[in-house]
T-cell receptor
């Protein structure tokens, strides 16, 4: 059974602080995606990383794909209340079906 | 505007009722998915389809059934709802030719079975 473990599970921080969320697996992924989900809504795709070691920046968010394509991290600089939500990583297994395996989720609350 | 729609957004019903959760997309996507999610938790794939008349069960066993008669429509049916079915149900779609299987989600249906 493929598993994507995220840590931490919950994070409550003050506005302006930095944070990092980790996504780890023993499986190799052809690509990895990060989604953010707000309460009562569906997840929204933030980014896709494809190459081992790849780093992508999206304003204050920095995403990194591990060299072995088994893990990823999301770093947020100077968090804002608008960053509050559930962050989900999802690894694509490749092959004919290329199914996504979703991570266990990190619930982030940024207090003003 | 290309989008993915789910109705109803909220549903409260009694045990034993038959229900159908609707999902439609105007994205032009061939692949569609149903996920089950408890609040603040991970998504579990319960059904998927790669085109008309193609449906497969996902990784999480579910008593629900799906159909795919039209490309844009992927309804999920529960013949006899039970309290254990209480959850959020999310529909998603992705392009068949998409290399990374990037998925686009509807807003979800929050189901409560009393």
């Amino acid at each position: 059974t493929q598993l994507l473990e995220q840590s931490p599970q919950f994070l409550s921080i003050q506005e302006g602080e930095n944070l990092t969320v980790y996504c780890n697996s023993s499986s190799v992924f052809s690509s990895l995606q990060w989604y953010r989900q707000e309460p009562g809504e569906g997840p929204v795709l933030l980014v896709t990383v494809v190459t081992g070691g790849e780093v992508k920046k999206l304003k204050r968010l920095t995403f990194q794909f591990g060299d072995a394509r088994k893990d990823s991290s999301l770093h947020i600089t100077a968090a804002q209340p608008g960053d509050t939500g559930l962050y989900l990583c999802a690894g694509a297994l490749g092959g004919a079906t290329n199914k996504l395996i979703f991570g266990t989720g990190t619930l982030l609350a940024v207090q003003p | 505007e290309a989008d993915i729609y789910q109705t109803p957004r909220y549903l409260v019903i009694g045990t034993g009722k038959k229900i159908t959760l609707e999902c439609s997309q105007t994205m032009g996507h061939d692949k569609m998915y149903w996920y089950q999610q408890d609040p603040g938790m991970e998504l579990h794939l319960i059904h998927y389809s790669y085109g008309v008349n193609s449906t497969e069960k996902g990784d999480l066993s579910s008593e629900s059934t799906v159909s795919r008669i039209r490309t844009e429509h992927f309804p999920l049916t529960l013949e006899s709802a039970r309290p254990s079915h209480t959850s959020q149900y999310l529909c998603a779609s992705s392009a068949l030719a998409g290399v990374y299987n990037e998925q686009f989600f509807g807003p979800g249906t929050r189901l409560t079975v009393l």
